[in-house]
């Protein structure tokens, strides 16, 4: 199916980025035939113009290869009515029956504001439960109950101009280079102007560890511990701000905690530290940076308040340049916490478990019940399938079944639960494929709505392609079940604008209880108004000018005060044991985005880095007998999964790193969170992500192959391998394969994985080396390649993956003619540079900065999410010349 095209707009529309929390202002508009041009918002506060290499692919995922265009029962196509009568049905006879407690909702930092508040206030305020849990308990969680515990109220009190006006920038457990790129960017061009210093605390060398002056490698788990220490530093410094301590209360016993503390768990050499906590309490203008590393963890939110504690005994928060800063992973994490997306929590900041709070909630909506209590949070709620307890689930834009920990056990979950929904655009997820019934949804660059980013500006997304085939935005497939369980009147939004004036009214009655957010100046804006709504960061009012909150010590708790709290050092849950003696630290790459529904469908995002790895130190390879690029055997007592091995010292012995992003789609082997324990912090719910433990053993595979080929390869063979990981080319397909037990016939093998019966095959066998290689032509052009080895294959893969569809010659001796250089892996995303051209333009073209190989090459001078890289390349063609 093409789309249809509309002809609504010739110039260039706003929206915003759908990926990570910096929430980056974007310009689209059609691209004359049936897709979208993309580029920077130079007006937007965030990014000014930039984006990163995910952003600026954005055109490459807005195709309609994949996309779910119809209603779908049990895997047969239905329409609207039938599915939606089936979803109200099947959910109100549940209730019925077994009560509002035994329904779900599961849903999405991706999903709009707007989205978000029709699916809260269907299941708080309709239903009665408040069993609707978002993705973000698995991102932000514990930087939630960290702000509420110390602030009284979910607030991030700093703003993005901070990092630029900090003379100090601390970076915990966030790789801000790879995950936040256009902060990073900023920062860098602060640090270049003015000098800002870096540190990074994170147990793993990251590409942030590229500019930094210091890097604590700390044992994992280990932040409390060294935050503690800082505190009794500052104490000891004299560094406690005896003004703004006036406005909060705890300190005596927090340092009484923090003098217990063994700093010994952090690894630390003494002497970092103390250069650290020198610097920290030298330096006025500190921001303090946190991520995934501090929030996946069963101490999470302790190591949120450990971090605030700090900021809060020094004074050093809510002003310029100076304050804590969580930094969201979603484009709408934040707005989700803003309109009470998590289980234990209500619109506008309001609490569940507060009378007062229910009462003007319920009020507002008019609705007919409320729950009471916090609902189950997102570990506990999959794991209420297994207990008979949850029996209809409605997962709306998410991936459970690949992103939850334990993520098998989940999978069985969706499966086993008597009736699963599932909101997708796309049939092809792990997901989608258990659903009893599909709902078609509208996707980026089709649906129309808000989005709070990480520094709390409100920005619009925008819809200039019309949804494909009866694809629905997700708060309208929502009113039209919840019309049909009997609340039509309550759920008759004709547009977005109406849910969002509803919202913002409701913020203002919040602001009455005395919460934080208020963005009720919104509450009358027109449709036109909300149209045109440029992004817009509250607070708004004059007590808080510049956006920041807290400087004035005007807190959230009753009486006022904020609160610094008594943490200690907790070791992460699960214990190392002889059968598990490595520590599992699972993350990002740069350049794909969660499961690769939308990132992995472009070509230029999946060259950065094609396979699914594992990092594992140089000692415990040579213990464990594994040498680079070979396949390993990483067990967890949840799961298993096979990996490419790369061999790096940028973690720590005894630990290895792997990302999260491969799925059953793209490398059923490679599912990292299935061997995540389901240990949860015990204040947030968050799961530790980051400190599973595993066992690692080399895969001892009979075979190893690579592929190229136009089109995808068939499902059914690639099923004989043992391991196999597909991404995207240019050209079509490059897959890695691997298995224990050897194909008897390679040329059926190949004509029945590339689908290709009637192809003119070519073989090369060399039967003393093992090795097998075939190329299959139809009418003079290469359809699809395959080389077979006894071990891991050494072709030009780079080289290969341009093959497909030309008239092709030689391919079989896997190499570039001689006077065609192989540029390598792909470096730059943006102007597809590889590993190669650049080594080989600082070695002949004498280069000496990045700058110079972005002159030279451009390489790094759109996005510069690469410039790390670039600058590692030049460090290590600098010392290759020392050493000669
Ligand atoms: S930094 Fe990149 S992924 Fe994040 S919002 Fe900006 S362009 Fe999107």
Redesign the pocket.
């Known amino acids: 199916m093409t789309r249809p095209q509309d002809t609504t707009e010739a110039g260039w529309t706003r929206s915003t ?1 759908p ?6 202002g974007v310009l689209m508009r059609r691209d004359g035939a049936t897709g979208l041009e993309v580029k920077g918002d130079p007006e937007h506060p ?2 000014k113009g930039r ?2 290499s ?3 692919a954005l055109a490459e995922t807005v195709g309609l290869e994949g996309r779910l265009l119809a209603p779908r029962i049990k895997g047969m196509d239905s329409d609207w009515d039938t599915a939606l009568d089936l979803v109200a049905t099947r959910f109100r006879d549940t209730i019925a029956e077994y009560g509002p407690d035994s329904v779900a909702f599961y849903v999405s930092g991706q999903l709009l504001t707007e989205d978000y508040y029709v699916a809260n206030k269907l299941m708080k305020g309709f239903i009665g439960s408040a069993n609707i849990d978002t993705n973000s308990r698995l991102c932000m969680a514990s930087s939630v109950a960290g702000h509420k515990r110390a602030f009284g109220t979910d607030t991030v009190p700093g703003t993005y101009e901070d990092l630029e006006d900090a003379d100090l920038v601390v970076l915990v457990g966030s790789n801000l280079a790879w995950c ?4 990073h960017q900023r920062l860098l061009a602060a640090r270049a102007a003015r000098g800002t210093k870096i540190v990074v605390v994170d147990p793993r060398r990251t590409a942030s560890c590229d500019s930094a002056d210091l890097h604590l490698k700390l044992r994992i788990g280990s932040d409390v511990a060294l935050f503690n220490h800082l505190l009794t530093r500052i104490e000891a410094e004299g560094a406690l701000d005896a003004d703004f301590l006036r406005h909060v209360e705890g300190l005596e016993p927090a340092l009484e905690a923090a003098r217990a503390s063994d700093l010994a768990v952090t690894g630390l050499a003494p002497e970092e530290v103390a250069a650290f906590c020198d610097l920290w309490i030298k330096t006025r203008k500190v921001v303090t940076i946190y991520s995934q590393g501090v929030n996946q963890s069963t101490s999470g939110s302790d190591k949120v308040n450990a971090i605030l504690n700090c900021h809060l005994a020094t004074g050093r928060i809510g002003l310029p340049g100076s304050g804590p800063f969580s930094v969201t992973g979603q ?1 709408n994490a934040m707005g989700g916490r803003e309109v009470g997306g998590l289980a234990n929590m209500l619109a506008c900041h309001l609490d569940i478990e507060n009378p007062d709070h229910r009462a003007v909630v319920q009020d507002h909506w008019a609705a007919p019940v409320m729950p009471t209590q916090a609902g189950l949070k997102a570990v506990d709620m999959f794991e209420g399938i297994h207990s008979g307890q949850i029996k209809a689930l409605w997962v709306i834009h998410t991936n459970p079944a690949v992103s939850m920990p334990d993520a098998g056990r989940v999978a069985e979950a969706l499966a086993l639960c008597p009736f699963t929904v599932v909101s997708e655009i796309t049939d092809q997820s792990d997901t989608a494929r258990l659903a009893d019934v599909l709902l078609p949804a509208a996707a980026w660059g089709e649906k129309s709505g808000t989005v709070t980013n990480s520094d709390r500006t409100i920005s619009r997304q925008r819809r200039l392609l019309p949804a494909p085939g009866a694809a629905r935005a997700d708060w309208r497939i929502l009113c039209d079940v919840a019309e049909r369980m009997g609340w039509a009147e309550a759920f008759d939004y004709t547009n977005e604008a109406e849910i969002f004036r509803e919202y913002a009214q409701l913020s203002g009655k919040a602001a009455a209880l005395g919460r934080d957010f208020d963005i009720s100046a919104f509450g009358s804006l027109d449709d036109a108004a909300y149209d045109a709504l440029t992004p817009a960061r509250w607070p708004q009012n004059a007590l808080h000018q510049g956006g920041r909150f807290f400087a004035d010590g005007q807190f959230f708790h009753a009486g006022g005060k904020g609160r610094i709290l008594a943490v200690t050092h907790r070791a992460p849950a699960t214990k190392r044991a002889p059968r598990f003696p490595f520590r599992l630290n699972t993350g990002r790459i740069r350049d794909q ?1 969660h499961t690769m529904t939308r990132t992995g469908l472009s070509p230029r995002l999946s060259a950065h880095l094609a396979e699914p790895f594992v990092d594992i130190h140089p000692e415990d390879a040579a213990a464990q007998g594994i040498s680079p690029a070979d396949l390993v055997e990483v067990t967890s007592p949840q799961g298993r999964a096979i990996l490419r091995a790369r061999i790096t010292a940028d973690g720590q012995p005894g630990t290895v790193f792997a990302p999260i992003h491969w799925t059953g789609e793209t490398a059923p082997s490679a599912r990292i969170d299935q061997l995540v324990a389901p240990e949860v912090d015990p204040t947030s719910g968050q799961p530790e992500s980051k400190a599973s433990v595993v066992a690692v053993n080399r895969f001892a595979a009979q075979w190893y192959g690579f592929a190229v080929s136009t089109e995808a390869p068939d499902r059914a063979p690639l099923a004989l391998a043992d391991y196999w990981a597909l991404a995207r080319t240019p050209q079509g397909f490059r897959a890695e394969l691997a298995g224990l037990t050897c194909p008897e016939d390679w040329e059926t093998t190949a004509r029945a994985l590339f689908n290709l019966p009637e192809a003119d095959v070519q073989i090369l066998s060399d039967p003393r080396r093992g090795s097998t290689r075939l190329a299959l032509m139809v009418e003079g052009r290469l359809r699809a390649a395959l080389f077979i080895a006894p071990e891991p294959v050494a072709v030009m893969r780079d080289y290969l993956a341009r093959l497909p569809g030309e008239a092709a010659e030689a391919v079989l001796t896997g190499r570039a003619p001689l006077d065609l250089p192989d540029p390598g892996p792909v470096l730059c995303s943006c102007f597809s540079v590889g590993v190669n051209t650049i080594l080989t333009a600082i070695e002949t073209g004498g280069l000496m900065s990045v700058e110079a190989v972005g002159h030279a090459l451009q390489a790094g001078t759109n ?1 510069g999410s690469c410039k790390p890289e670039i600058a590692a390349l030049l460090a290590r063609s600098q010392m290759k010349e020392a050493a000669e």
């Open positions: 980025c990926y990570c929390g910096v929430g980056c965030a990014n984006l990163c995910k952003g600026s936040h790129p256009v902060l484009p985005w996005c």
